[in-house]
């Protein structure tokens, strides 16, 4: 059970659902009368990806509100749901695209859910929902006792989130796009965002996975290359090289080739890591934030990938900028994104700012 910093609301309740492309976990958020806190309760989690096959997402969200009336039939009525996912976003209304959902074309989804007879919806970004989660893990509505600091979310794609003053920073609407950053202009195109060597190209997990796969290939068949059957990482890299699955390398699989320092994953992740290294130099640069904090799966879950990054991006920093800014690891992981997005809705429902 995580305890999210909140208002009460009379007892009211709410549902969070944090949604990427491999599953979508439901936790139930309650809000004591008059107390000062939440309590979120995990109720499920299931596999959308069979419902991802429509570029308005509206078989997802059909899914979700289907679920969503079973789960009201469980623990009563609903007050209100927060979706939490990746993509960009208007608001917390509209949905203008999010390529790891499939979705193409711009999607009003409080009023799509409105239409299947849902409680009120909103959607947030989850990115962001992960930096206000690490904003509330010391237990109150401070920013780890910064007022202005940046969340670096390395996972499926590469996200980021600002906070300046205690409160999102989004631009003129997308603010932390960062996996668009072009950081190597002859580098491989990415369909998604029409561009050459873009960030997410070189750190997201499916393209490092891709990276891997093709590096292999460069030597597979060669006198001196290591065999197949030398590592269960090898193998894993063969598989994925023999079919259509060069980008379903798991984190644990990355983490497997890191950790025996297999040179297929370790130039592929040295590579990601001084790509990453450019961004946080941007970010610091141009920010100078007085905290990053970076969380995601190739963060989290890849031993010593980290600190590769912060040892090229402080080879690379300049000084006056770098010494003021302090990097550290996400403390909670995806339980974040929950909590953020919990937050997120509690004031929405109390009218809170």
């Not at 309650?30 to 299931?46: F, I, K, M, R, Y």
């Not at 039939?73 to 976003?89: A, D, F, N, Y």
């Not at 800014?325 to 403390?331: F, I, N, S």
Request: glycine letters at 12%; aromatic letters at 6%.
């Amino acid at each position: 059970m995580a305890v999210v910093s909140g208002v009460g609301i009379g007892g009211k309740q709410g549902l969070i659902l944090r949604i990427e492309s491999t599953s979508v976990s439901v936790h139930r958020v309650s809000l004591a009368g008059g107390g000062a806190n939440a309590d979120v309760t995990p109720l499920n989690t299931w596999d959308p990806r069979p419902f991802l096959t429509d570029q308005n997402g509206r078989r997802l969200f059909e899914e979700i509100s289907r679920r969503v009336s079973q789960v009201t039939k469980q623990v009563g009525r609903i007050h209100g749901i927060g979706l939490t996912l990746p993509g960009t976003l208007r608001g917390e209304s509209v949905v203008e695209g999010s390529s790891r959902l499939n979705i193409r074309d711009e999607v009003d989804v409080t009023t799509q859910f409105e239409a299947f007879g849902a409680p009120p919806t909103y959607v947030f970004h989850d990115a962001e929902c992960m930096g206000l989660g690490e904003a509330l893990s010391d237990g109150n509505a401070k920013v780890l006792s910064h007022d202005t600091f940046a969340l670096l979310l390395v996972d499926e794609g590469v996200g980021a989130s600002f906070f300046i003053n205690g409160k999102p920073y989004r631009g003129a609407g997308v603010a932390g796009h960062i996996g668009r950053l072009v950081v190597e202009q002859h580098g491989t195109f990415n369909p998604t965002f029409a561009s050459r060597g873009t960030l997410e190209v070189f750190a997201a997990r499916p393209w490092v996975s891709q990276n891997v796969v093709n590096e292999y290939l460069c030597e597979k068949g060669k006198t001196g290359a290591l065999a197949p059957t030398a590592s269960s990482f090898r193998a894993a890299v063969d598989a994925a090289a023999s079919g259509s699955m060069s980008r379903n390398l798991t984190f644990q699989q990355l983490a497997d080739g890191m950790t025996s320092g297999d040179h297929v994953a370790t130039s592929v992740l040295t590579d990601a890591a001084q790509y990453l290294s450019t961004a946080i130099n941007a970010i610091i640069t141009i920010m100078n934030p007085p905290l990053i904090v970076m969380g995601g799966g190739m963060i989290l879950e890849i031993p010593g990938f980290y600190d590769l990054v912060v040892s090229h991006a402080r080879r690379t920093a300049w000084a006056g900028s770098w010494n003021e800014t302090t990097l550290r690891v996400a403390r909670l992981g995806r339980d974040a994104q929950v909590s953020g997005a919990a937050y997120s809705l509690s004031r929405i429902l109390t009218g809170g700012s």
